[in-house]
């Protein structure tokens, strides 16, 4: 598949890795020469240095025969004409376009990206993505990741393992007899940094983080399970009151348990505005890494405190005072994964990445077969794929235990018809169903020829 990626951040340049990884013809364009010189040197990329929307620069790097364009940008309006562009002067099939201003993603405006308009297949909200990961962390406050799959009828939940956890030194294929009606699978373990797939004779040990798919249903007993203690979420403090935390305000005033929240947010212009539009939330003026406002916001007596500034430092800085102050779960959101292992030493639960999250968005709409969702786990190292079975797949009508998945590749859940199922041996995969993966990288290819690739599917 030939793919022009334009904007060579750290969105653009994470999806190339990925997919020249995979054997694509990647080609990066970006007005910043040192961006295009970093992705050509350090992945197997062609690079074109000139502004993405601009049709001669389009055509410099190939538009004529690409099968695909990425437009993700730091400008929503760059984006959007270069969709327009690949499709009215190169006929490009498929545009997909990451857009930040909320303005252009209110649905009474959802006809402007129509073929006749802005012809763009897919929109890509950071912000959005963003909320809905917080959102997911706040589900499961004891888990330092989650996502949902097959409809909300699946989780993948990322826990830490403690001195404490109850099935230490335990192996993985015991859980099964002990805990027989548990629709639970571990699917993943970090151990001193290593990512791998564990075999039904692995352990887990203190310090191990592990990953788990588990049925909606069973994710409160998992969390006991695992030695960790299930806490309702009924006090909250958001620290940024910008486009995500106004949108996680919104979305727990909806909830019908109620969550008292109080917003911290130091723009006088976004805090008035989001006094306005929340109805039963506190919005307090002021900066975050004051003491003394977050002792007026209640941050001691709070069940989770969600930093969501656009400043890493002040987030991560913010949550340690949450804490110090009292708080037992506390969430940052760090753009710079550089940042991301000091979490654990300073004592933050959880941390969001937006460029992963809007990386699992537009992976999802890549992806070979008929993928309906892709998350991204850590650096790049695995991917969880939740895809639906074709009856050209060669792993339709065989039974998991004869399917020859790669050692990287475990699955973590199925959907019959209706009905989430925990993946057994001896479970048929039938065309239709719903399957949900964990692989690591590079394993990635092979579990696309076993979903068998169509090009109708893109």
């Not at 588990?214 to 299930?230: A, M, P």
């Not at 947010?265 to 002021?286: D, P, S, Y």
Request: charged share 25%; with cysteine; net charge negative.
């Amino acid at each position: 598949m030939k793919v022009i990626i334009c904007g060579a951040g750290q969105v653009g340049w994470q999806i190339a890795r990925h997919l020249s990884g995979e054997r694509n013809d990647v080609t990066i364009v970006d007005n910043n020469p040192d961006l295009v010189r970093r992705a050509t040197d350090s992945l197997d990329v062609q690079g074109i240095s000139g502004f993405a929307s601009y049709p001669d620069v389009l055509d410099r790097a190939g538009a004529r025969d690409a099968d695909m364009i990425i437009a993700a940008t730091f400008s929503d309006e760059v984006n959007m004409v270069t969709c327009q562009v690949a499709h009215s002067v190169f006929s490009v099939p498929r545009k997909i376009a990451r857009l930040r201003s909320q303005s252009y993603l209110q649905a009474i405006y959802s006809d402007l990206y129509r073929r006749e308009h802005l012809p763009i297949d897919v929109v890509i909200s950071p912000e959005k993505e963003v909320a809905e990961a917080a959102l997911q962390r706040l589900s499961a406050p004891v888990a330092f990741d989650t996502e949902k799959f097959l409809d909300g009828g699946a989780q993948l939940i990322g826990l830490s393992i403690d001195d404490d956890c109850p099935i230490i030194n335990t192996p993985l294929r015991q859980l099964t007899d002990l805990f027989s009606t548990l629709r639970a699978v571990v699917v993943g373990i970090r151990r001193e940094g290593t990512l791998f797939a564990p075999e039904s004779a692995d352990q887990l040990f203190p310090g191990d983080s592990c990953y788990v798919t588990v049925h909606s249903e069973d994710v409160r007993r998992t969390l006991e399970i695992f030695g960790k203690q299930v806490r309702k979420l009924e006090r909250m403090v958001i620290v940024g009151g910008g486009n995500v935390g106004l949108s996680v305000a919104r979305q727990l005033e909806k909830r019908t348990e109620r969550v008292r929240a109080k917003v911290i947010e130091r723009n006088r212009k976004n805090a008035e505005f989001a006094a306005e539009e929340l109805e039963r939330t506190i919005v307090l003026h002021g900066d975050g890494l004051d003491q003394s406002l977050l002792t007026e916001a209640g941050v001691e007596r709070a069940d989770a405190a969600l930093c969501v500034t656009d400043d890493d430092k002040v987030n991560m800085l913010t949550a340690v005072r949450a804490k110090a102050a009292g708080c037992p779960m506390v969430i940052a959101l760090i753009n710079d994964p550089t940042l991301v292992p000091l979490m654990e030493p300073l004592g933050i639960d959880a941390y969001i990445n937006p460029r992963s999250t809007t990386v699992s968005s537009i992976l999802r709409h890549i992806r070979h077969g008929k993928v309906r969702m892709v998350y991204s786990i850590g650096d790049a190292e695995a991917e969880v794929i939740e895809a639906e079975v074709l009856s050209t797949s060669p792993i339709s009508g065989a039974l998991i235990r004869d399917i020859d998945f790669p050692e990287g590749v475990l699955v973590g859940a199925v959907r019959k018809g209706d009905m989430v199922v925990k993946p057994t041996g001896s479970l048929r995969i039938d065309e239709g169903d719903q399957i949900v993966l964990f692989c690591l990288s590079n394993d990635v290819p092979e579990v696309e020829r076993l979903l068998q690739v169509s090009i109708d599917f893109f």
